[in-house]
Protein backbone atom coordinates (compact mmCIF):
# COMPACT_ATOMS: atom_id res chain seq x y z
CA UNK A 1 0.00 0.00 0.00
CA UNK A 2 1.30 3.23 -0.83
CA UNK A 3 1.54 6.14 2.32
CA UNK A 4 -1.20 7.44 1.22
CA UNK A 5 -3.08 4.47 2.22
CA UNK A 6 -5.86 6.45 4.10
CA UNK A 7 -7.26 8.52 1.39
CA UNK A 8 -8.98 5.84 -0.05
CA UNK A 9 -9.56 3.13 2.54
CA UNK A 10 -12.21 1.12 3.53
CA UNK A 11 -12.50 1.43 7.28
CA UNK A 12 -14.05 -1.21 9.40
CA UNK A 13 -15.43 0.15 12.94
CA UNK A 14 -14.93 -2.93 15.65
CA UNK A 15 -16.53 -2.00 18.88
CA UNK A 16 -14.56 -3.99 21.03
CA UNK A 17 -17.01 -5.46 23.74
CA UNK A 18 -19.52 -6.83 21.21
CA UNK A 19 -17.33 -7.93 18.43
CA UNK A 20 -16.37 -11.38 19.78
CA UNK A 21 -15.94 -12.90 23.20
CA UNK A 22 -12.63 -15.44 23.45
CA UNK A 23 -13.25 -16.10 27.15
CA UNK A 24 -16.55 -16.57 27.64
CA UNK A 25 -17.18 -14.21 30.37
CA UNK A 26 -20.14 -12.26 28.10
CA UNK A 27 -18.03 -9.22 26.93
CA UNK A 28 -15.74 -8.88 23.91
CA UNK A 29 -12.18 -9.01 23.80
CA UNK A 30 -8.55 -9.29 21.74
CA UNK A 31 -8.79 -12.66 21.98
CA UNK A 32 -12.23 -12.75 20.18
CA UNK A 33 -10.74 -10.23 17.63
CA UNK A 34 -7.84 -12.13 16.72
CA UNK A 35 -9.64 -15.29 16.20
CA UNK A 36 -11.97 -13.13 13.55
CA UNK A 37 -9.35 -11.70 11.96
CA UNK A 38 -9.48 -13.66 8.77
CA UNK A 39 -13.27 -12.64 8.86
CA UNK A 40 -12.42 -9.29 8.53
CA UNK A 41 -9.48 -10.30 5.60
CA UNK A 42 -12.20 -12.10 3.54
CA UNK A 43 -14.57 -8.76 3.89
CA UNK A 44 -11.78 -6.99 2.26
CA UNK A 45 -11.70 -3.92 4.46
CA UNK A 46 -7.65 -1.91 4.89
CA UNK A 47 -8.22 -0.93 7.97
CA UNK A 48 -9.45 -1.63 11.66
CA UNK A 49 -10.46 1.17 13.88
CA UNK A 50 -11.86 0.16 17.15
CA UNK A 51 -13.08 2.09 20.18
CA UNK A 52 -11.71 2.91 23.03
CA UNK A 53 -9.97 -0.16 24.78
CA UNK A 54 -8.14 1.13 27.56
CA UNK A 55 -9.15 0.89 31.58
CA UNK A 56 -12.00 2.27 32.31
CA UNK A 57 -14.95 2.26 34.79
CA UNK A 58 -17.33 2.35 31.41
CA UNK A 59 -19.63 4.83 32.59
CA UNK A 60 -19.60 5.74 28.71
CA UNK A 61 -18.54 2.17 27.52
CA UNK A 62 -14.64 3.53 27.77
CA UNK A 63 -14.88 6.32 26.89
CA UNK A 64 -13.86 7.29 29.99
CA UNK A 65 -10.49 6.50 30.11
CA UNK A 66 -8.72 5.97 33.40
CA UNK A 67 -5.53 5.16 31.87
CA UNK A 68 -4.24 5.98 28.20
CA UNK A 69 -1.61 3.38 28.17
CA UNK A 70 -2.80 0.10 29.12
CA UNK A 71 -5.83 -2.21 28.17
CA UNK A 72 -9.02 -2.91 29.79
CA UNK A 73 -8.62 -6.12 31.87
CA UNK A 74 -12.06 -7.63 30.23
CA UNK A 75 -10.87 -6.93 26.97
CA UNK A 76 -6.98 -8.17 27.36
CA UNK A 77 -3.50 -6.96 27.85
CA UNK A 78 -1.29 -4.18 26.77
CA UNK A 79 1.07 -7.21 25.08
CA UNK A 80 -2.50 -8.71 23.93
CA UNK A 81 -2.71 -5.26 21.35
CA UNK A 82 0.74 -5.51 20.47
CA UNK A 83 0.13 -9.01 19.67
CA UNK A 84 -3.15 -8.07 17.15
CA UNK A 85 -1.65 -5.10 15.87
CA UNK A 86 1.25 -7.20 14.78
CA UNK A 87 -1.42 -9.65 13.41
CA UNK A 88 -3.33 -7.45 11.53
CA UNK A 89 -0.73 -5.81 9.81
CA UNK A 90 0.37 -9.10 9.30
CA UNK A 91 -3.11 -9.62 7.01
CA UNK A 92 -2.62 -6.40 5.42
CA UNK A 93 -4.73 -4.50 7.75
CA UNK A 94 -3.87 -1.15 9.22
CA UNK A 95 -5.04 -0.56 13.08
CA UNK A 96 -6.43 2.96 14.15
CA UNK A 97 -7.20 3.74 17.54
CA UNK A 98 -9.31 5.85 19.50
CA UNK A 99 -7.60 8.40 21.66
CA UNK A 100 -10.42 10.73 23.92
CA UNK A 101 -8.77 14.28 24.52
CA UNK A 102 -11.57 15.95 25.89
CA UNK A 103 -12.10 14.25 28.86
CA UNK A 104 -10.84 11.63 30.94
CA UNK A 105 -13.03 9.39 33.61
CA UNK A 106 -12.91 10.40 37.30
CA UNK A 107 -11.12 7.09 37.80
CA UNK A 108 -7.88 8.67 36.35
CA UNK A 109 -4.55 8.93 38.67
CA UNK A 110 -4.53 12.97 37.36
CA UNK A 111 -8.19 13.41 38.57
CA UNK A 112 -7.83 11.41 41.39
CA UNK A 113 -4.46 13.42 42.32
CA UNK A 114 -7.52 16.96 41.84
CA UNK A 115 -9.78 15.26 44.15
CA UNK A 116 -7.11 14.76 46.59
CA UNK A 117 -5.21 18.74 46.48
CA UNK A 118 -6.70 21.26 45.46
CA UNK A 119 -3.87 22.60 43.46
CA UNK A 120 -3.72 20.31 41.12
CA UNK A 121 -7.31 21.13 39.68
CA UNK A 122 -5.75 23.15 37.32
CA UNK A 123 -5.43 20.00 34.80
CA UNK A 124 -9.23 20.46 34.77
CA UNK A 125 -12.06 23.13 35.20
CA UNK A 126 -12.74 22.90 38.64
CA UNK A 127 -14.81 26.51 39.53
CA UNK A 128 -16.57 27.57 42.60
CA UNK A 129 -19.56 28.11 40.82
CA UNK A 130 -20.93 26.22 38.29
CA UNK A 131 -22.52 27.65 34.77
CA UNK A 132 -25.35 26.32 33.22
CA UNK A 133 -24.13 24.22 30.71
CA UNK A 134 -25.92 21.35 30.39
CA UNK A 135 -24.22 17.80 29.70
CA UNK A 136 -24.71 15.97 25.98
CA UNK A 137 -26.25 13.04 28.19
CA UNK A 138 -28.94 15.28 29.63
CA UNK A 139 -28.78 16.71 33.25
CA UNK A 140 -26.23 19.70 34.15
CA UNK A 141 -22.69 19.91 33.43
CA UNK A 142 -21.33 20.13 36.60
CA UNK A 143 -21.08 18.03 39.73
CA UNK A 144 -19.71 19.14 43.20
CA UNK A 145 -17.22 17.51 44.99
CA UNK A 146 -16.51 16.89 48.48
CA UNK A 147 -15.03 20.68 49.45
CA UNK A 148 -17.86 22.15 47.68
CA UNK A 149 -15.92 22.83 44.26
CA UNK A 150 -17.66 21.73 41.05
CA UNK A 151 -16.11 20.05 37.91
CA UNK A 152 -17.04 20.10 34.13
CA UNK A 153 -18.03 17.30 32.47
CA UNK A 154 -19.79 17.83 29.27
CA UNK A 155 -20.84 14.16 29.04
CA UNK A 156 -21.42 12.11 31.85
CA UNK A 157 -20.11 13.33 35.93
CA UNK A 158 -17.70 9.67 35.34
CA UNK A 159 -15.74 11.89 32.55
CA UNK A 160 -14.48 15.18 33.97
CA UNK A 161 -13.55 17.82 31.47
CA UNK A 162 -9.76 18.40 30.74
CA UNK A 163 -8.12 22.16 30.99
CA UNK A 164 -6.52 22.01 27.54
CA UNK A 165 -5.08 25.56 28.38
CA UNK A 166 -2.84 23.78 30.79
CA UNK A 167 0.56 22.87 29.02
CA UNK A 168 1.03 19.51 30.51
CA UNK A 169 -2.45 18.35 28.97
CA UNK A 170 -1.06 19.04 25.91
CA UNK A 171 2.33 17.59 26.77
CA UNK A 172 0.70 14.39 27.88
CA UNK A 173 -1.24 13.69 24.71
CA UNK A 174 1.54 14.08 22.38
CA UNK A 175 3.56 11.06 24.72
CA UNK A 176 -0.02 9.15 24.64
CA UNK A 177 0.38 9.88 20.68
CA UNK A 178 3.76 8.50 20.53
CA UNK A 179 3.20 5.87 22.83
CA UNK A 180 0.36 3.92 20.31
CA UNK A 181 2.51 4.76 17.21
CA UNK A 182 5.50 3.19 18.76
CA UNK A 183 3.29 0.30 19.47
CA UNK A 184 2.56 -0.05 15.52
CA UNK A 185 -0.86 2.02 15.46
CA UNK A 186 -1.61 3.29 12.22
CA UNK A 187 -3.92 6.31 12.69
CA UNK A 188 -5.47 7.82 16.07
CA UNK A 189 -9.52 8.26 15.77
CA UNK A 190 -9.61 11.46 18.03
CA UNK A 191 -12.98 11.97 19.98
CA UNK A 192 -14.87 14.60 20.15
CA UNK A 193 -12.25 16.80 18.53
CA UNK A 194 -13.73 20.11 17.98
CA UNK A 195 -14.82 20.56 22.07
CA UNK A 196 -11.87 20.61 23.74
CA UNK A 197 -10.89 24.18 24.24
CA UNK A 198 -13.34 26.39 25.92
CA UNK A 199 -14.07 29.85 26.93
CA UNK A 200 -16.26 31.62 29.77
CA UNK A 201 -19.13 31.43 27.31
CA UNK A 202 -18.27 28.22 24.94
CA UNK A 203 -16.97 25.03 24.11
CA UNK A 204 -17.72 24.04 20.72
CA UNK A 205 -15.37 24.85 17.75
CA UNK A 206 -13.42 28.02 19.21
CA UNK A 207 -10.59 28.84 17.06
CA UNK A 208 -7.76 27.73 19.90
CA UNK A 209 -8.61 24.19 18.74
CA UNK A 210 -6.74 23.94 15.70
CA UNK A 211 -3.55 24.73 17.68
CA UNK A 212 -3.94 21.86 19.69
CA UNK A 213 -3.94 19.22 16.18
CA UNK A 214 -1.40 21.37 14.55
CA UNK A 215 0.53 19.84 17.21
CA UNK A 216 -0.76 16.60 16.70
CA UNK A 217 -0.22 16.39 12.71
CA UNK A 218 3.47 17.27 13.84
CA UNK A 219 4.04 14.53 16.28
CA UNK A 220 2.19 11.78 13.65
CA UNK A 221 4.78 13.50 11.15
CA UNK A 222 7.17 11.88 13.12
CA UNK A 223 6.59 8.81 12.01
CA UNK A 224 5.27 7.22 8.42
CA UNK A 225 2.26 6.71 7.01
CA UNK A 226 0.03 7.60 10.98
CA UNK A 227 -3.23 9.74 10.28
CA UNK A 228 -5.46 11.25 12.81
CA UNK A 229 -8.92 10.81 12.07
CA UNK A 230 -11.13 13.81 13.47
CA UNK A 231 -14.48 13.42 15.15
CA UNK A 232 -16.18 16.61 14.07
CA UNK A 233 -19.72 17.10 14.62
CA UNK A 234 -20.49 20.63 12.94
CA UNK A 235 -23.37 21.57 10.83
CA UNK A 236 -20.96 24.15 9.19
CA UNK A 237 -19.10 22.38 6.14
CA UNK A 238 -16.65 25.74 6.29
CA UNK A 239 -15.98 24.96 9.77
CA UNK A 240 -15.81 21.49 9.17
CA UNK A 241 -12.90 21.58 6.77
CA UNK A 242 -10.63 24.17 8.38
CA UNK A 243 -9.75 20.52 10.62
CA UNK A 244 -8.60 18.76 7.85
CA UNK A 245 -6.21 21.65 6.44
CA UNK A 246 -2.97 20.21 5.38
CA UNK A 247 -0.93 21.04 9.11
CA UNK A 248 -4.25 19.25 10.69
CA UNK A 249 -6.07 16.21 11.04
CA UNK A 250 -5.88 13.84 8.05
CA UNK A 251 -9.71 13.40 7.45
CA UNK A 252 -12.63 13.14 9.76
CA UNK A 253 -16.10 11.41 9.80
CA UNK A 254 -18.95 12.93 6.98
CA UNK A 255 -21.87 13.17 9.37
CA UNK A 256 -23.38 15.40 7.20
CA UNK A 257 -23.95 12.68 4.62
CA UNK A 258 -24.35 10.03 7.56
CA UNK A 259 -27.65 12.39 8.84
CA UNK A 260 -28.72 12.66 4.89
CA UNK A 261 -32.34 11.68 4.53
CA UNK A 262 -32.47 8.75 1.73
CA UNK A 263 -33.55 11.35 -0.47
CA UNK A 264 -32.49 12.12 -4.22
CA UNK A 265 -32.10 16.12 -3.83
CA UNK A 266 -30.62 16.00 -0.42
CA UNK A 267 -27.88 13.31 -0.70
CA UNK A 268 -26.86 15.00 -4.07
CA UNK A 269 -26.38 18.44 -1.90
CA UNK A 270 -25.04 16.70 0.49
CA UNK A 271 -22.40 14.66 -1.83
CA UNK A 272 -21.34 17.79 -3.70
CA UNK A 273 -21.09 19.50 -0.64
CA UNK A 274 -18.32 17.21 0.84
CA UNK A 275 -16.83 16.87 -1.97
CA UNK A 276 -16.57 20.81 -2.69
CA UNK A 277 -15.12 21.33 0.92
CA UNK A 278 -13.04 18.62 1.06
CA UNK A 279 -11.60 19.67 -2.19
CA UNK A 280 -10.67 23.55 -0.98
CA UNK A 281 -8.31 22.08 1.81
CA UNK A 282 -7.06 19.26 -0.28
CA UNK A 283 -8.50 16.33 1.93
CA UNK A 284 -10.46 13.01 0.53
CA UNK A 285 -13.92 13.02 2.42
CA UNK A 286 -14.77 9.94 4.21
CA UNK A 287 -18.68 8.30 3.40
CA UNK A 288 -19.96 7.22 7.32
CA UNK A 289 -23.70 5.63 7.53
CA UNK A 290 -23.41 4.67 10.79
CA UNK A 291 -21.45 3.71 14.01
CA UNK A 292 -21.81 3.18 18.04
CA UNK A 293 -23.59 6.53 18.75
CA UNK A 294 -26.35 6.23 16.27
CA UNK A 295 -29.61 3.93 15.38
CA UNK A 296 -28.80 1.25 12.99
CA UNK A 297 -29.10 1.93 8.93
CA UNK A 298 -31.58 -0.98 8.48
CA UNK A 299 -33.83 0.59 10.70
CA UNK A 300 -32.94 4.18 10.03
CA UNK A 301 -34.01 3.60 6.43
CA UNK A 302 -37.09 1.81 7.56
CA UNK A 303 -39.08 4.93 9.22
CA UNK A 304 -40.96 7.88 7.63
CA UNK A 305 -38.36 10.26 8.55
CA UNK A 306 -35.22 8.29 7.02
CA UNK A 307 -32.91 11.40 8.78
CA UNK A 308 -30.58 10.97 11.57
CA UNK A 309 -30.89 13.45 14.58
CA UNK A 310 -29.23 13.24 17.56
CA UNK A 311 -30.69 15.61 19.81
CA UNK A 312 -34.10 13.88 18.17
CA UNK A 313 -32.63 10.03 18.11
CA UNK A 314 -36.65 8.92 17.25
CA UNK A 315 -35.35 5.30 19.27
CA UNK A 316 -38.53 2.50 19.09
CA UNK A 317 -39.82 4.56 16.19
CA UNK A 318 -41.26 1.69 14.15
CA UNK A 319 -39.71 0.65 10.94
CA UNK A 320 -40.52 -1.33 7.82
CA UNK A 321 -36.96 -3.07 7.83
CA UNK A 322 -37.50 -5.00 4.47
CA UNK A 323 -37.92 -1.27 3.23
CA UNK A 324 -34.71 -0.47 5.14
CA UNK A 325 -32.90 -3.39 4.24
CA UNK A 326 -33.21 -2.72 0.24
CA UNK A 327 -32.40 0.76 0.91
CA UNK A 328 -29.40 0.02 3.30
CA UNK A 329 -28.23 -2.47 0.67
CA UNK A 330 -28.29 0.62 -2.29
CA UNK A 331 -27.01 3.14 0.44
CA UNK A 332 -23.70 0.93 0.80
CA UNK A 333 -23.18 0.51 -3.12
CA UNK A 334 -23.28 4.69 -3.21
CA UNK A 335 -21.27 4.89 -0.35
CA UNK A 336 -18.74 2.67 -1.12
CA UNK A 337 -17.96 3.97 -4.94
CA UNK A 338 -18.09 7.85 -3.64
CA UNK A 339 -14.69 9.02 -3.98
CA UNK A 340 -12.31 8.92 -0.82
CA UNK A 341 -12.42 6.70 2.44
CA UNK A 342 -15.63 4.71 3.52
CA UNK A 343 -16.62 3.81 6.77
CA UNK A 344 -18.70 0.12 8.04
CA UNK A 345 -19.66 -0.01 11.49
CA UNK A 346 -19.63 -3.50 12.89
CA UNK A 347 -23.02 -5.66 12.15
CA UNK A 348 -23.56 -2.89 9.23
CA UNK A 349 -22.37 -5.86 6.63
CA UNK A 350 -24.78 -8.19 8.15
CA UNK A 351 -27.80 -6.14 8.20
CA UNK A 352 -28.30 -5.73 11.53
CA UNK A 353 -31.46 -3.55 12.47
CA UNK A 354 -31.64 -1.53 15.61
CA UNK A 355 -32.51 -3.24 18.86
CA UNK A 356 -35.37 -1.45 21.21
CA UNK A 357 -36.82 -3.95 23.16
CA UNK A 358 -33.97 -4.01 25.70
CA UNK A 359 -34.91 -4.63 28.86
CA UNK A 360 -34.71 -1.50 30.71
CA UNK A 361 -32.78 -3.27 33.77
CA UNK A 362 -30.28 -4.18 31.66
CA UNK A 363 -29.69 -0.28 29.32
CA UNK A 364 -26.08 0.35 29.95
CA UNK A 365 -25.90 3.71 28.01
CA UNK A 366 -25.08 6.76 30.31
CA UNK A 367 -27.93 8.41 28.17
CA UNK A 368 -30.77 6.36 29.50
CA UNK A 369 -30.13 7.18 33.36
CA UNK A 370 -29.19 11.13 32.67
CA UNK A 371 -32.55 11.74 30.59
CA UNK A 372 -34.21 10.43 33.36
CA UNK A 373 -35.25 7.43 31.43
CA UNK A 374 -36.73 9.09 28.88
CA UNK A 375 -34.17 8.41 25.98
CA UNK A 376 -33.12 4.59 25.69
CA UNK A 377 -29.90 5.60 24.09
CA UNK A 378 -27.35 3.74 22.03
CA UNK A 379 -27.25 0.44 23.43
CA UNK A 380 -29.46 -0.90 20.95
CA UNK A 381 -26.83 -0.67 18.00
CA UNK A 382 -23.96 -2.08 20.31
CA UNK A 383 -25.66 -5.45 20.99
CA UNK A 384 -22.73 -8.12 20.58
CA UNK A 385 -22.80 -9.66 16.95
CA UNK A 386 -24.24 -12.89 15.76
CA UNK A 387 -21.63 -15.15 14.30
CA UNK A 388 -22.92 -18.39 13.91
CA UNK A 389 -26.06 -20.82 15.44
CA UNK A 390 -29.63 -21.24 15.86
CA UNK A 391 -29.95 -19.57 19.21
CA UNK A 392 -27.68 -16.80 21.34
CA UNK A 393 -25.07 -16.24 21.81
CA UNK A 394 -24.40 -16.67 18.56
CA UNK A 395 -21.18 -17.82 18.42
CA UNK A 396 -20.24 -14.69 20.28
CA UNK A 397 -18.62 -16.32 22.86
CA UNK A 398 -17.87 -19.80 23.97
CA UNK A 399 -21.29 -19.59 25.65
CA UNK A 400 -20.30 -19.94 28.77
CA UNK A 401 -21.55 -16.57 30.40
CA UNK A 402 -24.50 -14.05 28.62
CA UNK A 403 -23.38 -11.79 25.84
CA UNK A 404 -23.58 -8.34 28.19
CA UNK A 405 -26.45 -7.37 26.01
CA UNK A 406 -29.50 -9.71 24.82
CA UNK A 407 -29.20 -10.71 21.20
CA UNK A 408 -32.92 -11.31 19.87
CA UNK A 409 -33.63 -14.80 18.94
CA UNK A 410 -34.76 -13.46 15.27
CA UNK A 411 -30.62 -12.92 14.49
CA UNK A 412 -30.33 -17.08 13.35
CA UNK A 413 -31.04 -15.76 10.04
CA UNK A 414 -28.70 -12.72 10.31
CA UNK A 415 -25.38 -14.64 11.11
CA UNK A 416 -22.59 -14.44 9.60
CA UNK A 417 -22.84 -18.34 9.08
CA UNK A 418 -26.17 -18.55 7.69
CA UNK A 419 -25.18 -15.56 5.24
CA UNK A 420 -21.81 -16.56 4.32
CA UNK A 421 -22.57 -18.85 1.35
CA UNK A 422 -25.97 -17.35 0.21
CA UNK A 423 -25.63 -14.60 -2.86
CA UNK A 424 -28.27 -12.53 -1.77
CA UNK A 425 -27.08 -11.75 1.68
CA UNK A 426 -26.19 -8.38 2.79
CA UNK A 427 -22.55 -10.36 3.75
CA UNK A 428 -22.34 -11.58 0.61
CA UNK A 429 -23.07 -7.67 -1.49
CA UNK A 430 -20.22 -6.07 0.87
CA UNK A 431 -18.01 -8.85 0.67
CA UNK A 432 -18.58 -8.36 -3.18
CA UNK A 433 -18.08 -4.43 -3.38
CA UNK A 434 -15.47 -4.07 -1.11
CA UNK A 435 -13.46 -6.72 -3.35
CA UNK A 436 -14.41 -4.80 -6.15
CA UNK A 437 -13.96 -1.39 -4.30
CA UNK A 438 -10.12 -2.18 -3.33
CA UNK A 439 -9.21 -2.43 -7.09
CA UNK A 440 -11.42 0.08 -8.39
CA UNK A 441 -12.75 3.13 -6.55
CA UNK A 442 -11.75 4.43 -3.72
CA UNK A 443 -9.54 8.16 -3.78
CA UNK A 444 -10.35 10.35 -6.80
CA UNK A 445 -12.99 12.21 -8.50
CA UNK A 446 -16.55 11.80 -9.87
CA UNK A 447 -18.60 13.19 -12.61
CA UNK A 448 -22.68 13.29 -12.14
CA UNK A 449 -24.67 12.04 -14.71
CA UNK A 450 -28.32 13.78 -15.02
CA UNK A 451 -30.89 10.90 -15.59
CA UNK A 452 -33.92 11.77 -13.65
CA UNK A 453 -34.36 14.18 -10.44
CA UNK A 454 -35.10 11.05 -8.29
CA UNK A 455 -31.59 8.91 -9.36
CA UNK A 456 -28.38 9.73 -8.21
CA UNK A 457 -25.68 8.63 -10.91
CA UNK A 458 -22.21 9.36 -11.63
CA UNK A 459 -19.18 8.40 -13.23
CA UNK A 460 -15.77 7.54 -11.40
CA UNK A 461 -12.64 9.00 -12.53
CA UNK A 462 -12.02 4.82 -12.66
CA UNK A 463 -14.26 4.48 -15.27
CA UNK A 464 -17.33 2.47 -12.84
CA UNK A 465 -20.55 4.33 -13.07
CA UNK A 466 -22.88 4.28 -10.00
CA UNK A 467 -26.44 4.74 -10.50
CA UNK A 468 -29.25 4.71 -7.40
CA UNK A 469 -32.71 4.71 -7.97
CA UNK A 470 -34.42 6.74 -5.42
CA UNK A 471 -37.52 7.05 -7.17
CA UNK A 472 -40.54 5.03 -7.10
CA UNK A 473 -40.37 4.11 -11.15
CA UNK A 474 -37.54 2.14 -12.58
CA UNK A 475 -35.21 3.33 -14.72
CA UNK A 476 -33.73 2.54 -17.65
CA UNK A 477 -29.96 1.53 -17.11
CA UNK A 478 -27.48 4.26 -19.22
CA UNK A 479 -25.58 1.92 -21.74
CA UNK A 480 -22.79 -0.30 -20.02
CA UNK A 481 -20.40 -3.23 -21.17
CA UNK A 482 -21.41 -4.98 -18.23
CA UNK A 483 -23.03 -4.82 -14.68
CA UNK A 484 -20.31 -4.91 -12.05
CA UNK A 485 -22.78 -5.35 -9.16
CA UNK A 486 -26.15 -4.86 -8.09
CA UNK A 487 -27.94 -4.19 -4.65
CA UNK A 488 -31.37 -6.05 -6.26
CA UNK A 489 -32.77 -7.23 -9.24
CA UNK A 490 -31.58 -5.37 -13.02
CA UNK A 491 -33.63 -7.51 -14.82
CA UNK A 492 -34.70 -5.80 -18.33
CA UNK A 493 -32.12 -3.08 -18.06
CA UNK A 494 -34.39 -1.52 -15.26
CA UNK A 495 -33.37 -0.22 -12.03
CA UNK A 496 -36.34 -0.63 -9.71
CA UNK A 497 -36.88 1.73 -6.60
CA UNK A 498 -34.48 1.74 -4.02
CA UNK A 499 -31.90 -0.43 -6.11
CA UNK A 500 -28.05 0.84 -7.04
CA UNK A 501 -26.04 -0.93 -9.12
CA UNK A 502 -22.49 -0.47 -10.47
CA UNK A 503 -21.55 -0.65 -14.49
CA UNK A 504 -18.66 -0.76 -16.35
CA UNK A 505 -18.99 1.32 -19.07
C1 LIG B 1 -18.02 10.46 21.07
C2 LIG B 1 -18.20 8.96 21.08
C3 LIG B 1 -19.34 8.63 21.99
C4 LIG B 1 -19.00 9.12 23.38
C5 LIG B 1 -18.65 10.61 23.37
C6 LIG B 1 -17.99 11.03 24.65
O1 LIG B 1 -19.11 11.12 20.53
O2 LIG B 1 -18.41 8.50 19.78
O3 LIG B 1 -19.62 7.26 22.01
O4 LIG B 1 -20.08 8.92 24.24
O5 LIG B 1 -17.74 10.92 22.36
O6 LIG B 1 -16.70 10.51 24.73
Not at 126 to 153: K, M
Not at 435 to 452: F, P
Not at 455 to 462: C, E, K, Q, S, Y
Request: proline share 8%; glycine share 8%.
Amino acid sequence: MSDTWWRGAAIYQVYPRSFADGDGDGVGDLAGLRERLPYLKDLGINAIWLTPWYPSPMADGGYDVADYRDIEPAIGTLAEAETFIGEAHGLGIRVIIDVVPNHTSTASAWFQEALRDRSKRDRFWFRDEPNDWRSIFGGPAWTQVADGQWYLHLFDPGQPDYNWDNPEVRQEFHDVLRFWFDRGADGIRVDSAALLVKSATAYEDLDGVHDIYRGWRRVADEYDDRILVGEVWLPDQERFARYLRPDELHTAFNFDFLACPWEPAALRASISLTLSTHASVGAPPTWVLSNHDVARVVTRYGRADTSWDHADRRDGVPADLELGRRRARAAALLAMALPGGVYVYQGEELGLPEVDDIPDRLRQDPMWTRSGHTVPGRDGCRVPLPWSGDAPPFGFGPGVGEPWLPQPPEWKELTAEAQAGDPASMLTLYRTALRLRRDRLGDGSLTWLDLRPDVLAFTRDTRVVCVVNLGPDPVRLPPHSAVLLASGPTGDGLLPCDTAVWLEP
